[in-house]
Nanobody
Framework: QVQLVESGGGLVQPGGSLRLSCAASGNIFSINNMGWYRQAPGKQRELVAT???????NYGDSVKGRFSISKDNAKNTVYLQMNSLKPEDTAVYYC???????????????WGQGTQVSVSS
């Protein structure tokens, strides 16, 4: 199985910054991509940012220019640096990985448990 451990959420004032981390472990042969999605109360889950292990990033329109995604290949970890945070960024942030399992070489998609980000004065 593939597991994800997220960290870094919390409460921050508008204009502040937070950094989320997501570490993948377990039965991983190779990673296709990892990323972050978010879900606010009463809204659908939406893309925040994804990064391909071979290179390349993708951002949701609402976070472009403010958020930055990066990765550490050796640690199978992805980071989300969030700057200039706004109250509308308040949501549960979920990490996701798409990876091939080592034993079956089967492509699986796994979600993390989510971490709360609250932006409020």
């Amino acid at each position: 199985q593939v597991q994800l451990v997220e960290s870094g959420g919390g409460l921050v004032q508008p204009g502040g910054s937070l950094r989320l981390s997501c570490a993948a472990s377990g039965n991983i042969f190779s990673i296709n991509n990892m990323g972050w999605y978010r879900q606010a109360p009463g809204k659908q889950r939406e893309l925040v940012a994804t990064i391909r292990w071979a290179g390349g990033e993708n951002y949701g329109d609402s976070v472009k220019g403010r958020f930055s995604i990066s990765k550490d290949n050796a640690k199978n970890t992805v980071y989300l640096q969030m700057n200039s945070l706004k109250p509308e960024d308040t949501a549960v942030y979920y990490c996701r990985i798409d990876a091939y399992e080592a034993d079956s070489i089967r492509l699986v998609g796994v979600w993390g448990q989510g971490t709360q980000v609250s932006v409020s004065s």
